[in-house]
T-cell receptor, first 112, second 112 residues
């Protein structure tokens, strides 16, 4: 079954405490991306990756880092989280030859 | 800049009615459009897509219409069921780019 998994699903943390949200896909897709979803703003792309070791900024990259050392994994790193990063985060994966994009189940992050 | 928007934030229908969810886009270079469904607590799920060389595409109980002249996209759901209650997003992709641009979403509420 085609799947994108994220961990953790829920996280409450404090300002400044580094955290990582993992994302893994089992479809061997080249393209992966991270989105945040906020009320009234829809899905906004944070970072994306076209393939291993190839990453680029999306629309709202400030305060986030990513890495793509393996094709299946695309972790999202918040070095020093702040309350304005409280949001619902989604990882997604897609084959660059096909347009259907698969989303993970989401990670709800609260930064106090 | 490019933008994808929706006419109505909430649409309420009775079970069995047909639903129409609308979406306006501004990027005339977009060549691919997708509709996603997002149920509460879940990630967006692909419903149906359409390429810019088509005006209409049908799936199971769903039809997407594309009017490139007025840059308008619609999703029609036939015989709407309570299980169709969700937020629906349209998204567009520009030719030559991998990024999807999402609208803010329309909430569909189906009453029994």
């Amino acid at each position: 079954e085609a799947q994108v998994t994220q961990n953790p699903r829920y996280l409450i943390t404090v300002t400044g405490k580094k955290l990582t949200v993992t994302c893994s896909q089992n479809m061997n897709h080249e393209y992966m991306s991270w989105y945040r979803q906020d009320p009234g703003l829809g899905l906004r792309q944070i970072y994306y990756s076209m393939n291993v070791e190839v990453t680029d900024k999306g629309d709202v990259p400030e305060g986030y880092k990513v890495s793509r050392k393996e094709k299946r994994n695309f972790p999202l790193i918040l070095e020093s989280p702040s309350p304005n990063q409280t949001s619902l985060y989604f990882c997604a994966a897609r084959d660059v030859s096909y347009n259907e994009q698969f989303f993970g189940p989401g990670t709800r992050l609260t930064v106090l | 800049g490019e933008s994808v928007g929706l006419h109505l934030p909430t649409l309420s229908v009775q079970e069995g009615d047909n639903s129409i969810i609308n979406c306006a886009y501004s990027n005339s270079a977009s060549d691919y459009f997708i509709w996603y469904k997002q149920e509460s607590g879940k990630g967006p799920q692909f419903i149906i897509d359409i390429r810019s060389n088509m005006d209409k595409r049908q799936g199971q109980r769903v039809t997407v219409l594309l009017n490139k002249t007025v840059k308008h996209l619609s999703l029609q759901i036939a015989a709407t069921q309570p299980g169709d209650s969700a937020v629906y997003f349209c998204a567009e992709k520009d030719t030559g780019f991998q990024k999807l641009v999402f609208g803010t979403g329309t909430r569909l509420l189906v009453s029994p």
